[in-house]
């Protein structure tokens, strides 16, 4: 900076011009960045992934889905279609039966001895152990080990992976086909949950007020309503079937994403940036879905995630009380319904429902724990 001879104090004035020497510094500038720069989004992926738990669940759900698209159209078996001859059947996998894991075998009691002898009713080869005699009065009886396959006149090479129900209806094939039902039930109640939210907390928390007020007091009264009144009445009015399900989660489900909008809206409407956009004349809709809905999306995704499950299991709760899907159409819940009546008689008709309904639940829940930690904010740039 250069600065006028008659600006300077009188002291030094009074110094010869010689005498001063122009003084150079040596400018130091930042060191440039070596890395890419990354963006929210991107970073909140790269932490995602490097979540193991996050990984394996995601990947589970993924497997899962792809499984209910792919499985029901390969097993050469409909869903609806019956054979009571081979009703319950035990599971039984290829390679695994050789082993003696899921081989179709089943454990007969209080069988006369007489009677495995007679051809008709064991055909040769089914008896494959009697396990105990014992009398029964003057009767003795035995408790045999069978292969339930020759036992029902199931067709060499022919399998059921999962076994039949009571009806000889493959649960292979209706367990997946289920899954595929509860999973587009779940998906469509939580996305039609997720744009009602979205717009009503928008529109409460952005002008605030007696809208606020109204809107507010209104979510209270519908979060009043009784869950399973609701849905009778939707069954009454629509019949039994996927609409009336979706309806029925729909009805309150998305109060919870209305109060996290309508929240996020009170916390960034007043900020800078958005004061300086309202006085340069832009229109409100824009101020809403471009300036400040942005900064709620990592919460609302966070959150439509977490709802997933519990879309799932309200699904299979109806269902399992008998306020389901159609027959013959399946769902987690109704097979789980089912398969309770015969527990201690077929437990796998049980078995591998829970097991799925279990992984989905277990999955989605650590996939948004993970989807949580990622997209905070605080943990920006984190390793």
Same mark, same amino acid.
């Given at each position: 900076?250069?600065?006028?001879?008659?600006?300077?104090?009188?002291?030094?004035?009074?110094?010869?011009?010689?005498?001063?020497?122009?003084?150079?510094?040596?400018?130091?500038?930042?060191?440039?960045?070596?890395?890419?720069?990354?963006?929210?989004?991107?970073?909140?992926?790269?932490?995602?992934?490097?979540?193991? &738990?996050?990984?394996?669940?995601?990947?589970?759900? &993924?497997?899962?889905?792809?499984?209910?698209?792919?499985?029901?159209?390969?097993?050469?078996?409909?869903?609806?279609?019956?054979?009571?001859?081979?009703?319950?059947?035990?599971?039984?996998?290829?390679?695994?039966?050789?082993?003696?894991?899921?081989?179709?075998?089943?454990?007969?009691?209080?069988?006369?001895?007489?009677?495995?002898?007679?051809?008709?009713?064991?055909?040769?080869?089914?008896?494959?152990?009697?396990?105990?005699?014992?009398?029964?009065?003057?009767?003795?009886?035995?408790?045999?080990?069978?292969?339930?396959?020759?036992?029902?006149? &199931?067709?060499?090479?022919?399998?059921?992976?999962?076994?039949?129900?009571?009806?000889?209806?493959?649960?292979?094939?209706?367990?997946?086909?289920?899954?595929?039902?509860?999973?587009?039930?779940?998906?469509?109640?939580?996305?039609?949950?997720?744009?009602?939210?979205?717009?009503?907390?928008?529109?409460?928390?952005?002008?605030?007020?007696?809208?606020?007020?109204?809107?507010?007091?209104?979510?209270?009264?519908?979060?009043?309503?009784?869950?399973?009144? &609701?849905?009778?009445?939707?069954?009454?009015?629509?019949?039994?079937?996927?609409?009336?399900?979706?309806?029925?989660?729909?009805?309150?489900?998305?109060?919870?994403?209305?109060?996290?909008?309508?929240?996020?809206?009170?916390?960034?409407?007043?900020?800078?940036?958005?004061?300086?956009?309202?006085?340069?004349?832009?229109?409100?809709?824009?101020?809403?879905?471009?300036?400040?809905?942005?900064?709620?999306?990592?919460?609302?995704?966070?959150?439509?995630?977490?709802?997933?499950?519990?879309?799932?299991?309200?699904?299979?709760?109806?269902?399992?009380?008998?306020?389901?899907?159609?027959?013959?159409?399946?769902?987690?819940?109704?097979?789980?319904?089912?398969?309770?009546?015969?527990?201690?008689?077929?437990?796998?008709?049980?078995?591998?429902?829970?097991?799925?309904?279990?992984?989905?639940?277990?999955?989605?829940?650590?996939?948004?724990?993970?989807?949580?930690?990622?997209?905070?904010?605080?943990?920006?740039?984190?390793?």
């Amino acid at each position: 900076m250069i600065v006028e001879r008659d600006r300077l104090p009188e002291e030094l004035q009074s110094i010869p011009a010689e005498e001063f020497r122009r003084s150079e510094r040596d400018w130091q500038t930042d060191e440039r960045f070596t890395t890419e720069p990354i963006g929210f989004y991107k970073d909140a992926l790269r932490r995602l992934f490097s979540n193991k &738990v996050s990984v394996v669940s995601l990947a589970a759900i &993924v497997i899962i889905i792809v499984l209910a698209l792919i499985v029901p159209n390969v097993t050469g078996y409909g869903y609806t279609e019956q054979n009571v001859k081979q009703k319950n059947l035990p599971s039984k996998v290829p390679g695994l039966c050789r082993l003696g894991i899921l081989d179709g075998t089943r454990v007969l009691t209080n069988i006369k001895k007489t009677s495995i002898s007679d051809p008709k009713r064991y055909p040769e080869g089914c008896v494959l152990e009697v396990i105990r005699e014992y009398k029964a009065g003057k009767q003795t009886v035995v408790d045999v080990k069978v292969d339930y396959y020759k036992y029902c006149g &199931v067709p060499e090479g022919e399998y059921h992976w999962m076994g039949t129900d009571y009806l000889g209806r493959d649960i292979l094939t209706r367990l997946f086909k289920g899954t595929r039902i509860s999973l587009m039930i779940a998906f469509l109640s939580v996305v039609t949950n997720l744009i009602i939210g979205v717009v009503y907390g928008s529109v409460a928390g952005y002008y605030g007020g007696r809208v606020d007020l109204f809107l507010t007091h209104l979510a209270e009264v519908l979060d009043g309503l009784p869950y399973i009144v &609701v849905t009778i009445l939707f069954m009454l009015w629509l019949g039994s079937g996927m609409l009336s399900i979706v309806l029925a989660l729909t009805v309150t489900g998305w109060i919870g994403t209305a109060r996290l909008t309508r929240a996020q809206f009170y916390r960034y409407k007043g900020r800078e940036y958005v004061l300086a956009a309202r006085t340069l004349g832009v229109p409100d809709k824009k101020l809403i879905f471009r300036h400040i809905l942005p900064n709620t999306v990592g919460p609302l995704i966070t959150r439509a995630m977490i709802a997933v499950p519990g879309a799932i299991f309200s699904e299979s709760f109806l269902a399992y009380i008998g306020l389901g899907i159609k027959p013959p159409e399946p769902s987690i819940g109704i097979l789980l319904s089912e398969g309770q009546k015969v527990l201690l008689q077929y437990p796998n008709q049980t078995f591998f429902p829970a097991v799925l309904i279990s992984v989905l639940m277990i999955a989605f829940n650590m996939l948004s724990n993970g989807l949580r930690d990622a997209m905070d904010p605080s943990r920006r740039g984190e390793d």
